[in-house]
């Protein structure tokens, strides 16, 4: 049996807040305090956790201090910088500017460093497949850039809905799509991640079984927030 502890991981999908942000909120004693660079880079070692990406939430009140999509860019990229080769990390989209503007922003931020782009449809307030989306996808469609989609399963008429997923991805057949949160898209090419935010126990099991009849080396995927 595979030793979950000591097989190198991917870690798909983490949420880390900014040095900046925890700096300005010395006091603060919710969930997100937990959520550090430093902290979690020590728990990488000790859980063989190769490398880490880092999402953003589609929300500058929590990715910066000033509040602007420029400035989580380059917290962003700071954050890969600190730890080299450590970490990726995907764009944010700030959905008070004009859909040109995101993707004039996400391909500042491409082209510094950031390594894909992150959409939760329910912080920005629209819906997946929403016209707004649609230049972010072709842009990402067109340069061959992962774009990341929180969705949860069995949503029916949220703003994330797996039939919206299904929707874009008839529209952009060609786009590298990350269904975060295994919202399900039956039959689509699209990359589930299936741990933790809606985490199954049985999945554990599951996986393990898939890695030792997949034979996949040395290398697994994991998708837990933190």
Not at 14 to 41: C, Q, R
Not at 128 to 148: G, H, L, M
Not at 189 to 213: A, D, E, G, H, Y
């Amino acid at each position: 049996m595979v030793d979950w502890f000591k097989i190198k991981k991917i870690d798909g999908h983490i949420h880390i807040l900014p040095d900046e942000v925890h700096e300005a909120n010395p006091d603060s004693e919710d969930v997100w305090k937990k959520a550090d660079l430093h902290k979690y880079h020590e728990m990488m070692g000790k859980y063989h956790i190769d490398q880490a990406v880092i999402m953003p939430l589609n929300d500058p009140w929590l990715m910066s201090m000033e509040f602007t999509i420029s400035n989580v860019h380059k917290n962003l990229c700071a954050m890969k910088q600190q730890y080299p080769h450590s970490f990726y990390a995907f764009a944010d989209v700030d959905a008070r500017n004009t859909s040109m503007q995101s993707v004039k922003a996400v391909e500042r931020a491409i082209e510094s460093g950031l390594d894909g782009i992150k959409l939760h449809p329910s912080n920005t307030g629209m819906n997946a497949d929403d016209e707004y989306n649609k230049s972010i996808f072709t842009y990402a469609q067109k340069n061959k850039i992962p774009v990341a989609i929180h969705s949860y399963p069995n949503s029916k008429d949220d703003p994330c809905a797996p039939k919206r997923i299904v929707h874009l991805l008839e529209q952009f057949p060609q786009l590298i799509m990350i269904v975060c949160h295994m919202g399900l898209i039956n039959g689509k090419s699209c990359f589930p991640k299936m741990f933790t935010s809606t985490f199954q126990p049985s999945c554990l099991t599951i996986f393990n079984i898939m890695v030792l009849k997949k034979q996949m080396k040395s290398c697994v995927f994991l998708d837990r927030t933190v």
